[in-house]
């Protein structure tokens, strides 16, 4: 696709760029240049999304849902604050089914205009800091009601899921050995990339199996890795990760009623792929893969764990992540607790090895100069006067 070039125009009254919308914000990311504006429709901006927007250095920001709805303390609005990338709500539905990908817009004060329909404008509220941080001290307020609900919603799916996950369950079968191996699960979660570079000697020197959860196949592609394995219903992953030559399993729903979104697109794109129908999130299931293959450690990236982290997927519960870390316990660890057993250090001994390879070639023709030679020739002499003989 080739990139339409794009003209940012800021000043205190106006911001001009190429305008890119997707309802889904990580569908959207790949498509962003810097100084585009991105239009999303992303209620309750999560940290890795608005992290993937500061990346694209977007000229603005312009939301279709409330950044903040108040049900918790969203980290995604602060992002941007701190990045300087003005964030504004567009409540007027027209905006989605007038605008054109690429259409250059134009933001002056709390109205946003097409240059291709200059008589129609679409009326905006900005955020700014002030805004932001009373949003979310009433998220605060609320964080109590949304962690009772949480939990009740978790203990209502355990007994339902608890029978599923935690009974023999019927893996597909891969060609990737992983049975006695490493396996590293990667998540497009919060800090995956710091995560990623943090065991990066690790990845290196054990050289585990690397099993991409939808994104965090192409974070391990950008981390120069390739993965073995991509697990999930593959609507977030790049056709470049889904090209690259790794096993496919795809997450299918128990639902008869849902259908994984990534069946249809590997099937048009022509490659071969494993369908495994299972509860939980694709996350869960990519570790009870490793598990079930026979792992012999299961080093986690990404992973969600928080409260925050489940309420920013718009989880309702925890209870497949619950049984399946129950499950796979003994073999899970942390990224961060793998980096403190591969800290980042100078190969002391590498280096020696290549300074004496290197040096001897300079030895050797120093040896065979003429002062090589009467160097020798003094050391014999002083040596026989030394030892008498």
């Not at 065991?199 to 950008?222: M, S």
């Not at 997927?313 to 990224?335: E, H, Q, W, Y």
Request: aromatic share 6%; net charge neutral.
């Amino acid at each position: 696709m080739s990139r339409t070039t794009t003209h940012i125009q800021r000043s205190i009254q106006s911001i001009q760029g190429a305008a890119r919308f997707d309802r889904r914000t990580k569908r959207l990311v790949p498509r962003l240049h810097a100084g585009d504006i991105a239009i999303i429709d992303h209620a309750d901006l999560d940290g890795v999304a608005a992290e993937a927007l500061v990346a694209r250095q977007v000229a603005a920001v312009v939301n279709l849902s409330p950044f903040i709805t108040g049900r918790y303390p969203n980290p995604g609005p602060s992002i941007l604050l701190r990045a300087a990338i003005p964030m504004y709500e567009c409540h007027d539905p027209r905006l989605a089914d007038t605008l054109q990908e690429g259409d250059t817009v134009t933001i002056t004060g709390d109205m946003l205009c097409l240059s291709r329909l200059p008589e129609v404008s679409f009326p905006l509220q900005r955020l700014d800091e002030e805004r932001v941080q009373q949003l979310l001290v009433l998220a605060q307020q609320r964080l109590k009601n949304e962690l009772r609900a949480f939990a009740q919603n978790t203990l209502e799916y355990l007994q339902e899921e608890s029978e599923a996950l935690l009974d023999v369950l019927e893996v597909p079968e891969i060609n990737t050995t992983i049975a006695g191996r490493h396996a590293v699960v990667v998540v497009r979660g919060e800090q995956f990339k710091q995560d990623l570079i943090a065991i990066r000697n690790y990845l290196r020197e054990v050289r585990p199996i690397l099993i991409g959860v939808d994104g965090g196949a192409d974070a391990l592609l950008e981390m120069g890795f390739k993965p073995h394995i991509i697990v999930g219903d593959m609507d977030s992953v790049s056709d470049r990760a889904l090209q690259c030559g790794a096993e496919l399993v795809v997450h299918q729903y128990t639902s008869a009623e849902r259908k994984s979104p990534g069946i249809e697109r590997v099937q048009r794109m022509g490659l071969p792929h494993t369908v495994w129908r299972a509860p939980g999130t694709s996350e869960d299931i990519a570790m009870l893969l490793a598990y079930e293959k026979g792992a012999q450690l299961i080093v986690a990236v990404g992973t969600h764990f928080s409260l925050l982290e489940f309420l920013e997927k718009g989880r309702r519960g925890m209870s497949s992540t619950f049984l399946t870390r129950l499950r796979v316990g003994d073999r899970l660890v942390d990224a961060k607790g793998v980096s403190r057993l591969y800290p980042q250090r100078f190969a002391w001994r590498e280096f020696s090895w290549l300074f004496v390879a290197a040096m001897m070639p300079v030895v050797v023709a120093f040896l065979l100069s003429p002062a090589g030679r009467d160097l020798v020739r003094l050391l014999y002499v002083w040596l026989r006067l030394r030892l008498h003989f």
